[in-house]
């Protein structure tokens, strides 16, 4: 007997993350540095990440944020379980994926912090600060380039539709 794969991640999940990839897209490389849409979808990523963190904390399934498996305990049985070649499977994020979708979190919040200050009077023209922001920007390029090698080494070693995991919402 068949029955529907259970949705591992919500609509209002889903929708969030393409609705962030977006904005980091946009911000990174099209629109004007500082310009009014820039720092509007900055917000709305910042917005949209404590909107995140909010679900996570009153969903009841407990597969979302604060309930990710970021215990060094859960990294390393992770890590090694590649090894032993039957990576242990988890019904959301798996603790390395966690630690990469945590740092994300945290660049998108410096971000919008940094840039906010870069508007203040006290910080006008300040170098240091403005390359901060970029510094940061770029951690969350070098981050989202590893979301993107995990996905692809997830579906290319284990065979596995994890790509689909934000569009279907299941694994
Ligand atoms: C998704 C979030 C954001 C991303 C990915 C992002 C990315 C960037 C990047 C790549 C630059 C160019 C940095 C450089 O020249 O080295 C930049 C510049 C700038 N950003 Fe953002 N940013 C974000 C959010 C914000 C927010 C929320 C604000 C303000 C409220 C802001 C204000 C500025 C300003 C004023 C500059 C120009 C700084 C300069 O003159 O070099 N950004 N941003
Ligand atoms: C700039 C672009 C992107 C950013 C900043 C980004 C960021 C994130 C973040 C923060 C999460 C955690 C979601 C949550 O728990 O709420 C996530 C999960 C995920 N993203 Fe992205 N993402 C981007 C692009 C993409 C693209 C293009 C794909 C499709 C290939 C994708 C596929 C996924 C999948 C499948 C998950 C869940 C994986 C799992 O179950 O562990 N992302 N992403």
Redesign the pocket.
Known sequence: MSSSPKIVWPYYIRLIHWIIAL??IL??FILE??DPP??N???L??GLVLIRFFLGFINKRKNLFPALPLKWSDIKTHVTSHFNGSPVDYEGHTPLASVVYVLIWIC?IG??IS??M??LDAFWGDETL??I??AI?TG?EVLVVIHFIGIALDSYFWKRKTWMAMIKGYK
Request: hydrophobic share 40%; no cysteine.
């Open positions: 904005t980091v911000n990174i540095e500082g820039h720092r979808l900055g917000y990523a910042l998108l971000l919008a840039g906010w870069l508007g403005e390359e922001h970029g920007s969350l």
